[in-house]
């Protein structure tokens, strides 16, 4: 147990943000959940919680929110994959910059670690062989992901300027129960659509694949991270096996019974085709793996709906 360990975490009302609160309340960390929401009801009451409102981009606010705590997750992201290309300099001033001020403080008030949500289905871009490793090469396609993938290298060299630990989690596609989100996760969009009895919109011929990996595997990630001693700084965090749209509206019609009417829409030219990850370096330094199986994860996505 961590009782004596206080963890600041950044977007802690969101769909991995709430799931990684609660593993850390779980195993007995002190938790200051920050987020710019009012409403923290993605959460349940704790007596090691304590919730804040505030802005990432409000640096002064950040900071103050940090003090007293052992370490940081950093789950904010003000943009999404689908759109971040339309407006670049956004991305770059409302992620990347708040988050070297966001290291500077933590620097500044002692704090022992940062672990990052990175994007494991966008840094690499199109990848050269599947399952993509850690040290592939990184050519991502939209903007979303050269975020991500700056960030992880203005903190290797904040550490090597001020030996700050920051730990970057290269997240596939998470899924699971909570996931309130109507615009982003084919997952949780297509069981909605499903249970109203709408189409579901598929972009282009459904082949594309994707690394889908339960969000309670993905907090228990963070929670290994987090007493992670050694010198690796970069992992994949995935299933290691790769499932098609197609795939998902099969087994989703296996849950719900019937056949489900799919409409195909013109397909995008930032859709990587296929991305699946490699995670070994996981198991071998924090002795992590995706431990629930794709079916019964769908299933207790669905019957939480």
């Known amino acids: 147990m961590n009782a ?16 990684v609160t609660r593993a850390f309340l779980g195993s007995g960390y002190r938790v200051i959940a920050c987020d710019r929401s009012y409403d ?14 505030l802005d990432f981009l409000d640096a002064v606010a950040v900071r103050e929110a940090l003090h007293g705590s052992d370490l940081v997750v ?5 943009t999404k994959p689908a759109g971040s290309n339309e407006n670049m300099a956004f991305d770059v001033e409302t992620n990347i910059v708040p988050t070297l001020r966001l290291l ?8 022992e670690r940062v672990l990052f949500a990175s994007s494991g289905g966008t840094v690499y871009g199109v990848p050269q062989r599947l399952p993509v490793k850690e040290d592939d090469p990184t050519r991502p396609i939209v903007s979303y992901g050269l975020t991500k993938l700056s960030i992880e290298r203005y903190a290797w060299l904040f550490e090597r ?3 700050l630990c920051f730990i970057s989690l290269r997240i596939g596609n998470p899924y699971g129960p909570r996931h309130a989100d109507m615009r982003q996760g084919v997952i949780p969009v297509f069981m909605r659509l499903a249970r109203q009895g709408l189409p579901l919109r598929v972009i282009g011929d459904g082949s594309t694949v994707r690394d889908y990996v339960h969000v309670e595997d ?3 990630a963070f929670l290994l991270a987090a007493a992670y001693p050694g010198r690796e700084r970069v992992f994949n965090i995935g299933s290691g096996k790769g499932r098609s749209v197609m795939d998902i509206i099969a087994r989703i019609e296996a849950i719900h019974g019937s056949a489900l009417r799919v409409e ?27 431990e629930i199986p794709f079916e019964e994860g769908m299933r207790l996505t669905w019957e939480a709906m």
């Open 74 to 78: 950093h789950l904010v992201s003000t």
């Open 264 to 290: 195909h829409l013109p397909a995008r030219p930032f859709d990587i085709p296929a991305i699946v990850l490699d995670t070994n370096r996981a198991r071998e330094h924090l002795g992590w793996r995706a």
């Open 161 to 163: 300027e001020t030996g």
């Open 40 to 53: 923290f009801s993605a959460l349940e009451r704790h007596p090691n919680l304590e919730t804040r409102t």
């Open 218 to 220: 993905v907090a228990r």
């Open 4 to 19: 004596s360990k206080t963890c600041a975490v950044l977007g802690a009302n969101g769909f991995i943000g709430s799931a």
């Open 104 to 111: 500077e403080a933590c620097e500044k008030e002692g704090i």
